[in-house]
């Protein structure tokens, strides 16, 4: 009999406790839902942005124009064939929040960014120096990709980001651009700068990019975060 009243009484206590403990997993799986749903809309607001801007893909039949302020400035220019294509392809890896520790992990990629140009020109004047370029061919940046984590504090008036980190890597680059300045092939030297240099200069100074980088990354999220029914970037 009393193990009988003591299996009720046990039965009874855990009944009771069941509905809060049901509540309290929903609460904690609300939060990280909405916490991952905000930063989740943060990317479609800077894709539609992209898109609706027209920006992806970018194309250019052909546009030329001419340039006057005299006396210092007077040049033409002209550009056919443009197409830039891969911006908006953000793709997400990693999001996840933990309610526990009040960090978000993030990993977010641009597979591929391709350029192409049939033609570029510009030739005129610029103060009292002629200036006379050309610029055709094609350039692709891939793997571009930023990850790291924040810590974040949420509660009914928001989302605050209190910290925020960020790695920046690059896949590689690779340009193949036939350029004339003043009639003189400068190709080669932008190819190398653009291929060799460039990927060297951000391996020697990642840790001043990550920093500055997740500054910026933060205060962009901030700023949308701060402002839940509007997706205007600014």
Do not use: C
């Amino acid at each position: 009999m009393k193990f009988f009243v003591f299996g009720l009484a046990l039965l009874v206590a855990g009944a009771s406790a069941f509905p809060e403990q049901v509540r309290v997993a929903d609460f904690q799986a609300s939060e990280r839902n909405s916490f991952i749903d905000n930063f989740r809309r943060i990317i479609e607001v800077i894709r539609s942005f992209i898109v609706d801007n027209k920006f992806d893909p970018w194309v250019i039949a052909r546009h030329e124009r001419e340039v006057v302020q005299l006396p210092h400035l007077n040049v033409q220019y002209f550009i056919e064939k443009m197409e830039l294509t891969g911006v908006s392809n953000i793709r997400i890896n990693k999001m996840e929040y933990s309610t526990l520790f009040s960090r978000f992990d993030y990993d977010l990629e641009l597979p591929e960014i391709s350029l192409s140009v049939g033609s570029f020109g510009i030739t005129g004047l610029i103060f009292t120096r002629n200036v006379n370029t050309a610029l055709s061919g094609s350039l692709k940046v891939s793997g571009i990709r930023i990850a790291g984590e924040a810590h974040v504090t949420v509660d009914l008036s928001g989302i605050t980001i209190n910290t925020l980190e960020a790695r920046f890597t690059l896949g590689g680059t690779e340009a193949n651009l036939q350029i004339a300045v003043q009639e003189n092939d400068v190709s080669e030297r932008v190819n190398v700068f653009i291929n060799e240099r460039i990927p060297n200069w951000i391996k020697n100074n990642e840790r001043d990019i990550n920093r500055v980088l997740g500054n910026v990354i933060k205060a962009i999220a901030q700023r949308i975060l701060s402002r839940p029914r509007t997706v205007d970037l600014w």
